[in-house]
């Protein structure tokens, strides 16, 4: 608690404001920057006449990884791209294993999802007053806000990376604090329901709430509820340095970058995953592992064309009458995404070794796709 206190006293209410509205400044222009050019080509109505086919794509933006992208049934990629250990020229493998950043939100998500399952949870609506009476503006916040990026709590990642930086090591109860702390401090940054902004925050929340409503650790409980009766025996809670025997090396401007304090992505993107994995994952989302009634919760409805919403641990993009459902993930050294078209049985599994930090190629694939391949 003392740290915890120390931590945000020391991130003046300035530098903290100055921080947070960075990041929602990043995420904004990212989402606007994909949903404004999906919106362009709506408009124009016209494809991209240089598109031949969605390898070339990859082929073209310079994608380093292993990519998995299906079309009624049939695979249009299936390989890797580029290295992923550039010393010992290893290749990338579908059974390679990857970090896949945010892309574990879906899997925190989902069990949350299981907990209304388990009756551990009466409602996503209810607020989170009802679990921590002490947490600040608790009653104002669902879990549904929580998983949609509605809950206007501010994002912990810059203040404990700063504490990282300076020696400190923070467990996910010193993060809890840390975050609690700045609500008090500085308040939430908009009232529960009136905006949306991408929040760590959030998920850390969403994971310890697993873990104290089923009284396992968060990490056996998604073990025991999603990877085991899938069959995902190659995803698991990543290390701080990774095992470059069955994991592909992270760069970032051509040099190694693959070392993270993964305490600090506690249930928001601490796990690794294979190509393998992640289609296993995909491909049940996209079946019947949520029932249609969970979907309809899950995933936000009625997104005009050209734009992207939020919904309980996934995102929803609109172009005409195609529907994407997804996911993306960035940590140090890497990208990840995964998603499905419904309309073209289609799945989207994207796991990169090269860290780009615009998003921008993740953006232009989404957008490819969807202007192109599954219109």
């Not at 999906?38 to 292993?66: M, P, R, W």
């Not at 056996?220 to 290390?239: C, V």
């Amino acid at each position: 608690m003392n740290l915890s206190n120390q931590l945000v006293s020391n991130f003046t209410k300035n530098s903290m404001s100055k921080t947070l509205n960075q990041l929602k400044i990043v995420v904004f222009l990212s989402v606007l920057t994909l949903a404004t050019s999906c919106a362009t080509d709506d408009d124009n109505n016209t494809q991209n006449n240089s598109y031949t086919s969605a390898e070339n794509v990859l082929t073209d933006i310079g994608f380093q990884g292993y990519a998995i992208i299906t079309k009624n049934g049939n695979d249009l990629v299936r390989q890797g791209f580029g290295l992923a250990n550039q010393s010992s020229a290893k290749p990338q493998d579908y059974n390679l294993a990857y970090r896949i950043g945010s892309v574990t939100k879906t899997l925190t998500a989902a069990a949350i999802v299981q907990l209304k399952r388990d009756g551990l949870i009466n409602s996503f609506n209810q607020t989170l007053d009802e679990f921590d009476p002490e947490f600040p503006n608790g009653n104002q916040i669902t879990i549904a806000q929580l998983l949609s990026h509605q809950s206007g709590i501010p994002d912990y990642q810059f203040v404990v990376e700063d504490a990282y930086e300076q020696g400190a090591t923070l467990d996910e109860e010193d993060i809890y604090e840390v975050i609690t702390l700045m609500i008090s401090e500085n308040g939430l940054n908009f009232t529960p329901g009136s905006g949306k902004q991408y929040s760590n925050s959030n998920f850390l929340i969403a994971a310890l709430l697993v873990q104290e409503l089923s009284q396992m650790s968060y990490h056996d409980y998604i073990q025991q509820n999603i990877f085991t009766p899938l069959g995902m025996t190659n995803t698991y809670k990543g290390n701080n340095s990774i095992n470059t025997n069955n994991h592909a090396e992270g760069y970032k401007n051509g040099n190694v970058n693959s070392t993270y304090p993964m305490t600090i992505a506690f249930g928001v993107g601490d796990f690794s995953s294979t190509p393998n994995n992640m289609e296993i994952w995909t491909d049940a989302v996209k079946a019947d592992w949520f029932t249609d009634s969970e979907k309809a919760e899950i995933f936000a409805q009625n997104v005009p064309s050209g734009f992207v919403d939020f919904g309980l641990g996934w995102f929803t993009t609109q172009e005409g009458d195609t529907t994407m459902y997804w996911h993306g993930g960035d940590i140090n050294g890497y990208w990840s995404m995964i998603g499905f078209v419904p309309e073209y049985n289609a799945t989207i599994v994207l796991l990169s070794n090269k860290q780009d930090d615009s998003g921008s190629q993740r953006s232009t694939i989404i957008e490819q796709l969807l202007t192109n391949e599954f219109n």
